[in-house]
């Protein structure tokens, strides 16, 4: 069963760094074409993809937020972790991770979330 | 960057009826597209990957087709449980803007 959980604070000061975490089981970021990305959703809108990272270390970023994203992972704990540096109120959102191949056994899902966390609400607010 | 439009943006509809969905995107992205389905205060579930290809668990009544740069997806015979929200998206990762499915 594959099962991903996002953790973080839930309240952020502007021009403060957020750091979460997901931590996931049932598949390895050791496998050949898997990936995790973080998405966020702000009320009332449209999801937004954040940023990716592949089993073999390459990263990527949303072209508009990239100087402020940092993607990672830790394996052995079975860990990604976003940092977001200058927290603004418009980055207020539920921010979710999600299992994201490239293919998975035979089948080729060229980046479809397969599988979602629960999400975490982040506000942004002095 | 891929760009992904849907339309309609919201739609009302009757238990039973066909309902679809169209996205388009900017340039040429293939077969390389995703489905999913939302409800409040829930995470986005896949429900079609590389435009035509069912999840496990999903319902045969929901549908995919296109390719290039127009996709459609398709349910056949809309059920209660399928009142949401519904996003296209593309493998560099941008999403649609979303259709609403709402009851008439």
């Known amino acids: 069963q594959v099962t991903l959980r996002e953790s973080g604070p839930a309240l952020v000061k502007p021009t403060q760094t957020l750091t979460l975490t997901c931590t996931f089981s049932?598949?390895?970021?050791?496998?050949?074409?898997?990936?995790v990305s973080w998405i966020r959703q702000p009320p009332g809108k449209a999801p937004e993809w954040l940023a990716r990272i592949d089993w073999d270390d390459d990263k990527y970023y949303n072209t508009s937020l990239k100087t402020r994203l940092t993607i990672s992972k830790d394996t052995s704990k079975n860990q990604v972790v976003l940092t977001m540096t200058n927290m603004d109120p418009v980055d207020t959102a539920t921010y979710y991770c999600?299992?994201?191949?490239?293919?998975?056994?035979?089948?080729?899902?060229?980046?479809?979330?397969?599988?979602w966390g629960q999400g975490t609400t982040v506000t942004v607010s002095s | 960057d891929v760009q992904l439009t849907q339309s309609p943006s919201f739609l009302s509809a009757s238990i039973g009826d066909r309902v679809t969905i169209t996205c388009r995107a900017s340039q040429d992205i293939t077969t390389y597209l995703a489905w999913y389905q939302q409800k409040p205060g829930r995470a986005p579930k896949l429900l079609i990957y590389?435009?035509?290809n069912l999840p496990s668990g999903v319902p045969p009544r929901f549908s995919g087709s296109g390719s290039g740069k127009e996709f459609t997806l398709t349910i056949s015979s809309l059920q209660p449980e399928d009142f949401a929200t519904y996003y296209c998206q593309e493998p560099g990762g941008t999403f649609g803007p979303g259709t609403k499915v709402d009851i008439k």
């Open positions: 999600a299992r994201t191949p490239q293919w998975l056994g035979a089948k080729y899902y060229y980046h479809a979330m397969d599988a």
């Open positions: 590389v435009a035509f």
């Open positions: 049932g598949f390895s970021l050791t496998t050949g074409g898997m990936c």
